[in-house]
């Protein structure tokens, strides 16, 4: 493993041209070319048309482990919302698994992969909470379906099957049909700090590509690991 004391990588910077390359599917060496670039942008966009889930799309799912109290791990998918002053966000029920756990323990991992090119980026850090307001603004963000849902059932709660599910959302539409859907005390996000984070970037010659960004004394230093 090499060192590098240079600060002058920027790992939120890195962050950010990988994600506008996942999200565009421009810019990266593997998009250089112009047939490439228009053929993949094409077959993403035709994709993205029958599957709008499909990951390949959705640059912005990232899987957030957390420690549960028995000290194992736990981990799920979140969609990320965008750097909040340094730290990278998402959205849930407080009184969730997840929510509960960082009550207790802050600590979290967010690991990002994208297809085109083959990239993850891995998120180390503590999580600190989002304002009301913010999570206000979230709120109004998603759609009727989306806001009935959560606010039909506290997530993670064990139900009695799906008509239970049908049951309270349909009760939450009838209670607030032709009026906006006020967003749940529980309702929140959280943005997760790092002090580390890390790259890999897959190659076709299997020599993959790997930095870690070490937070120190406020400076990012940076070291190569072996793939
Ligand atoms: C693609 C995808 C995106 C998701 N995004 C979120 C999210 O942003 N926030 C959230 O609370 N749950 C999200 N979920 C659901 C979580 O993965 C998980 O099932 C839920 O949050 C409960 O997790 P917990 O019991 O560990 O708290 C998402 C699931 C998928 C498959």
Redesign the pocket.
């Known amino acids: 493993m090499s060192k590098n004391n240079s600060t002058d990588d920027d790992p939120i910077k890195i962050f950010l041209d990988w994600y506008l390359e996942a999200q565009t599917g421009m810019g990266s060496r593997f998009t250089k070319n112009r047939v490439i670039s228009t053929g993949t942008h094409l077959l993403r966009r035709m994709l993205s048309a029958v599957s709008p889930?499909a990951?390949l799309f959705?640059p912005d799912?990232a899987t957030?482990a957390?420690i549960s109290p028995e000290s194992r791990p736990?981990?799920?998918?979140?969609?990320?919302?965008g750097l909040v002053e340094g730290g990278f966000s998402?959205?849930?029920?407080y009184e969730?698994?997840?929510?509960?756990?960082l009550e207790i323990n802050p600590s979290a991992v967010m690991v990002f992969y994208w297809h085109f090119p083959p990239r993850q980026v891995r998120i180390d850090g503590k999580v600190c909470k989002l304002s009301r307001k913010a999570a206000e603004n979230d709120w109004k963000s998603r759609t009727r379906e989306n806001q009935t849902a959560?606010l039909a059932l506290r997530?993670?709660s064990i139900i009695r099957g799906r008509d239970e599910l049908v049951e309270k959302a349909n009760y939450a539409k009838l209670l607030y049909r032709g009026k906006p859907i006020p967003c749940p005390d529980s309702w929140g996000g959280y943005r997760l700090v790092p002090y580390k984070i890390e790259f890999w970037e897959g190659r076709f010659d299997w020599l993959h590509h790997r930095e870690k960004y070490l937070l120190n004394n406020g400076c990012w230093e940076k070291v190569y690991l072996a793939p």
């Open positions: 889930w990951n959705r799912i957030l957390t736990s981990a799920r998918s979140v969609l990320f919302k998402f959205y849930t029920d969730s698994d997840k929510g509960k756990e959560s997530q993670s």
